[in-house]
């Protein structure tokens, strides 16, 4: 309704906003260094802050710079997971290398 009265081309605070269109603070480019610093070295990161302030958002804009053919891109959200089960449930096979 709104959308096109603003001529908006996206609902806005919604959470499929093309990754292209997100705002990059100055902390989220200083993320995604890090975390393009990770993946270039074949690291293992994990993200943390407080409900709210932009992980997922963050996440998403960093698996869409990720050249396809180059990457394997693991998200796992959940708060409860220890090591152990994480390893448990990696779907292992013989093109997986870690």
Known sequence: ???DFYRMKH???????PPEDLYESAAMADCL????????RQLFAVVTADAGCGK???IRRFSASLPKEKYIF???SDSKLTPRWFYKGLPFSSKLQI
């Open 33 to 40: 260094g890090r975390l393009s610093y990770v993946a270039d």
């Open 1 to 3: 309704m709104y959308e």
């Open 11 to 17: 609902t806005p605070f919604s959470r499929n906003v």
């Open 56 to 58: 997922s958002t963050l």
């Open 74 to 76: 693991l998200y796992l």
